[in-house]
C-alpha cells in the first residue's frame, strides 16, 4: 500500500483544526476549507464542491449533537430557510466580479466579529425572542443569496444576526446555524451536481479529518458557557472576514 503524500496529511491536519473551531459555534467551516486549500494549491473547480461535501458531514453531527443537547429551536429556523433556499440557488448560479463584493461582506463580518468580542455583553446571551416571521424571511432571502454568491453555508452571516437581534440565545444559534448550512449546503451541491466530478482521491481521508473536528468541536460548543461561545464566534468571523477580503 502506498504511503500518504505529507502534502494530503498536512492539508488533513489543517482541515481537522477548522473543523474543530468552526463546528464549536455551529458552523460547517466551508470558508476555512476553502482558504486552506487555496493555501495548498488545491484546483479552484475542486475546492467549492469539496469545501461543501466537508460542510454537509460536519454541519451533519453538529446538527444532530446540538439538537440532541436542546440546544436548537425549530422556530427560529424555518422562517430563514424559507427565504434562503431558494435564493441559495439563485445567487450560486451568479458570478459577479469578486473586487467589490467580497471586500464588503468581509468587512461586514470584521465589524460583526469586533461586536461579537467587545466587553459589553449582548442582550441575547440572557434572553431572546423568536423572529418576526416576514422579517426572518427576508433575511433568508439576502443570507441564501449571499450563501451562493460566495459558496458558503451561511452560518457567517445567520448568526450574528440571530445574536445582535435578541433572536436567539448563544446556545440556540448553534444548533439553528448547524442545521441551517446542512440545508443551504446540501441545496448547493443539488444545484450543481456536476462539480462533484471533481472531488479530490483523498476526500474519505479529508472527510475523516473532518468528522474528528467537528466531534472535538461540537463537544466544546456543548460544554462551552454561553459568552465562551460569542467570543469564539466572533474569532470564526474574524478568519472569515480575512479570507473574504483576501488577506490569506
Known amino acids: 500500500m502506498a504511503s500518504l503524500p505529507w502534502h494530503d496529511i498536512a492539508l488533513a491536519l489543517c482541515i481537522f483544526l477548522g473543523a474543530t473551531l468552526y463546528s464549536s459555534v455551529g458552523h460547517g467551516g466551508s470558508s476555512a476549507y476553502i482558504a486552506i486549500m487555496a493555501l495548498f494549491g488545491v484546483p479552484a473547480a475542486t475546492m467549492k464542491p469539496t469545501a461543501l461535501v466537508l460542510n454537509v458531514i460536519v454541519a451533519s453531527l453538529g446538527s444532530f449533537r446540538y439538537i440532541r443537547a436542546g440546544q436548537f429551536r425549530c422556530r427560529v429556523l424555518w422562517p430563514f430557510l424559507l427565504g ?38 449582548l442582550v441575547a446571551e440572557s434572553e431572546a425572542s423568536d423572529p418576526p416571521i416576514l422579517p426572518a424571511i427576508a433575511a433568508g432571502v439576502v443570507i441564501g443569496f449571499l450563501s451562493g454568491l460566495t459558496g458558503t453555508g451561511g452560518g457567517i452571516f445567520l448568526s450574528p444576526l440571530l445574536l445582535f437581534m435578541a433572536w436567539a440565545t448563544p446556545k440556540q444559534t448553534t444548533g439553528v446555524a448547524a442545521l441551517f448550512i446542512l440545508a443551504v449546503s446540501i441545496s448547493g451541491l443539488l444545484g450543481n451536481l456536476t462539480s462533484l466530478s471533481s472531488l479530490p482521491a483523498n476526500l474519505p481521508m479529508f472527510a475523516v ?18 459568552a465562551m461561545v460569542v467570543r469564539a464566534l466572533g ?3 474574524i478568519i472569515a472576514g480575512a479570507k473574504l477580503i483576501g488577506v490569506y
Do not use: C, D, E, N
Open 84 to 121: 434562503a433556499l431558494p435564493f441559495a440557488f439563485l445567487g450560486g448560479a451568479i458570478t459577479l466580479p469578486g473586487h467589490w463584493y467580497r471586500p464588503v461582506v468581509g468587512v461586514i463580518l470584521w465589524v460583526s466579529a469586533a461586536r461579537m468580542l467587545w466587553p459589553k455583553k
Open 209 to 226: 479529518a473532518a468528522l474528528a473536528g467537528g466531534l472535538a468541536g461540537t463537544t466544546a460548543g456543548i460544554r462551552f458557557q454561553s
Open 235 to 237: 474569532v470564526v468571523l
